[in-house]
């Protein structure tokens, strides 16, 4: 089983949708948790960082942690054809140690 | 904003050739990470340094090595570039200390091994 699982995809959903992103992880030590966003031929970009459990939002973008479960989830509100990208899920445990998500591909369609 | 470039974004290189790959960053960052990432692979770790002239192995340094001597630059060296090194590069930096900096990222240099 690898450490940390993600749906590859790819995703394709209309304008104005909501989208739901998932990872599974395996390793109850990971306690930080980020989302990056990578546009084709660009490195990933931080979209969200959160520590341990909970929920954080920032403008369209909410990120949700269940540890109990080992579950994390991306949720984008009103999609644009701008949110098209590789969406990939990492955590650490602290440290240097970051775990990626093979990544998700969504496509926003106008 | 922190940036963090790569020299090249694009490279073709021949089999057997010695390759490098440089990155730079301007945040006086402790820690520096090389990866590379394939299609259904994710990122994976090849080598990452956390001061000046100190590096450790990541998941899959075979074939790969780095040089530190700057805070601020990180070379990567493919010592004789095979085919299957053919790959998108992926620089990136934290700061130190030990919480779950997050990490941020070059664009990336796609390299084409023939």
Known sequence: QKEVEQDPGPLSVPEGAIVSLNCTYSNSAFQYFMWYRQYSRKGPELLMYTYSSGNKEDGRFTAQVDKSSKYISLFIRDSQPSDSATYLCAMSAGGQNFVFGPGTRLSVLP | ?114
């Not at chain 2, 090249?8 to 301007?26: A, N, P, W």
């Not at chain 2, 990866?35 to 990452?48: A, T």
């Not at chain 2, 530190?68 to 992926?90: C, D, G, P, V, W």
């Open chain 2, 1 to 114: 904003d922190v940036k963090v470039t790569q020299s090249s974004r694009y490279l073709v290189k021949r089999t057997g050739e010695k390759v490098f790959l440089e990155c730079v960053q301007d945040m006086d960052h402790e820690n520096m990470f090389w990866y590379r990432q394939d299609p259904g692979l994710g990122l994976r770790l090849i080598y990452f340094s956390y001061d000046v002239k100190m590096k450790e192995k990541g998941d899959i340094p075979e074939g790969y090595s780095v040089s530190r001597e700057k805070k601020e630059r990180f070379s990567l060296i493919l010592e004789s570039a095979s085919t299957n090194q053919t790959s998108m590069y992926l620089c990136a930096s934290t700061p130190g200390g030990f919480r779950g900096e997050t990490q941020y990222f070059g664009p990336g240099t796609r390299l084409l091994v023939l």
